[in-house]
């Protein structure tokens, strides 16, 4: 089946630093979602891209939509503590199955 | 004001028993689902609803049996628990056609 495969797997940085990572298939999508999710919490939407090549913003957020349809990048800028958590890439091709990336873990070192 | 809701949040019960997962959506969508995620945090769609109709079944055994009342609700049973089935299972809804899911908080099922 498809998978998308996140990477980095996990991110050690420092306050302030910025943060890249990224999502790649080998199949076509017509949407990337990045979600967010706390300890003991649900998954949260950060942003939704529809269009190849799209790219959007959300407070210190950017992602974008690769221009092949097969890849999606998430960025954060300025890292403060409460960025901390589990990053997800998901993606659909036109239908309700959201496929899901394997996860990027964002720890913060003091 | 809670969008997507479940219950209960933690489960911890015997293998062999039967044992249920409530959720409920106030956001007005027609869309609800049930994701699995692991112990490595990878998230599985299970089913899918729309308006009471499954249109979402993956390769899920059938001792797993999701029942929607109305379309905000949405509940799964699961029978003869297994040590397998220990995992975080995740209720979200959308409005169909649209990509956007939101999910619940999640329900810790632990066999022993």
């Known amino acids: 089946g498809q998978q998308l495969n996140q990477s980095p797997q996990s991110m050690f940085i420092q306050e302030g630093e910025d943060v890249s990572m990224n999502c790649t298939s080998s199949?076509?999508?017509?949407?990337w979602l990045w979600y967010k999710q706390d300890p003991g919490e649900g998954p949260v939407l950060l942003i939704a891209?529809?269009?190849?090549?799209e790219l959007t913003s959300n407070g210190r957020l950017t992602a974008q939509f690769g221009i092949t349809r097969k890849d999606s990048f998430l960025n954060i800028s300025a890292s403060i503590p409460s960025d901390v958590g589990i990053y997800f890439c998901?993606?659909?091709?036109?239908?309700?199955?959201?496929?899901f990336g394997t996860g990027t873990r964002l720890t913060i070192i003091p | 004001d809670t969008a997507v809701s479940q219950t209960p949040k933690y489960l911890v019960t015997q293998m062999g028993n039967d044992k249920s997962i409530k959720c409920e959506q106030n956001?007005?969508?027609?869309?609800m689902y049930w994701y699995k995620q692991d112990s490595k945090k990878f998230l599985k769609i299970m089913f899918s609803?729309?308006?009471?109709?499954?249109?979402i079944n993956e390769t899920v055994p059938n001792r797993f049996s999701p029942k929607s009342p109305d379309k905000a609700h949405l509940n799964l049973h699961i029978n003869s628990l297994e040590l397998g089935d220990s995992a975080v299972y995740f209720c979200?809804?959308?409005?169909?056609?649209?990509?956007?899911?939101?999910f619940g908080p999640g329900t810790r099922l632990t066999v022993l």
């Open positions: 979200a809804s959308s409005q169909r056609h649209e990509n956007e899911q939101f």
């Open positions: 199949s076509i999508f017509n949407t």
């Open positions: 891209l529809y269009k190849a090549g």
């Open positions: 998901a993606a659909n091709f036109g239908n309700e199955k959201l496929t």
């Open positions: 956001l007005g969508h027609d869309t």
């Open positions: 609803y729309n308006n009471k109709e499954l249109i």
